[in-house]
């Protein structure tokens, strides 16, 4: 693990046992309560919550499609610890600790990804979005939510919380997502400058 990623990691750590009660997670509730109008998944879809955080984001996919599987992914042993202990749906939701940049998923295995409000804490983007199209299925999409204010760069690096943000404007994400095999579909703003952009995996 890099020193960058460890950071996080102790930042997360120490943020989980408290995170649902504070602030920003409403806000992040709010954004997921948003981000359903948008999505399309076939019946008895297989998805991936990378940076799942407590968890929430998947219980309310498994409520709103009632036979989704889902898996959690998370660098915060912390964080994995609270979704596990608040799993409601222990046969259809799955919380693991692992890496976005080194996933322990097959190939092909995923309907959809999610990534909400996590991709700005990532050291090496490029290879998230690689790992992203690894793991899904030709056709599938990845839902990437995160900030972008229109007045910034097209890439803009802030030296703010313990190992830096980054935040990338749609033609950022573009170019990332065309490098790893992603086209992007469209962008929405959910919430004030969180911006979700939608991409496929092309098909085969
Ligand atoms: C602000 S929280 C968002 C959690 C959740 N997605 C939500 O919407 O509430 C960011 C999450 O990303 C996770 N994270 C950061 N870097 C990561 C990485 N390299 N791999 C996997 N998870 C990571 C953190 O541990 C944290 O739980």
């Known amino acids: 693990m890099t020193n960058k990623i460890f950071v996080k990691q102790i930042f997360f750590d120490r943020w989980a046992p408290s995170y649902d009660w504070l602030f920003p997670s409403v ?39 009632p036979t989704l599987q889902g898996n959690g992914l998370d660098l915060s042993p912390e964080m994995i610890s609270q979704a596990n202990s608040r799993n409601c749906y222990p046969q259809r939701l799955t919380f693991l600790l692992g890496n976005a940049e080194e996933m322990p998923f097959e190939n092909n295995v995923f309907d959809a990804v999610f990534n909400t409000i996590s991709f700005l804490h990532y050291p090496d983007p490029q290879q998230v979005f690689n790992e992203v199209n690894r793991v899904l299925r030709p056709g599938g999409y990845f ?47 959910l919430l004030g400058a969180v911006l979700l952009t939608i991409f496929t995996k092309e098909l085969v």
């Open 27 to 65: 806000v992040y509730q709010a954004i997921h309560q948003r981000l359903l109008e948008y999505i399309d998944l076939p019946a008895s879809a297989n998805v991936l919550d990378l940076g799942c955080g407590t968890g929430k984001l998947l219980h309310r996919l498994a409520v709103n499609f």
């Open 143 to 189: 839902y990437l939510v995160d900030s972008y204010f229109k007045w910034q760069d097209e890439f803009q690096s802030l030296s703010i919380l313990p190992g830096g943000l980054k935040l990338y404007s749609p033609t950022a994400r573009e170019k990332l997502g065309k490098e790893a095999g992603l086209n992007l579909q469209v962008n929405y703003y």
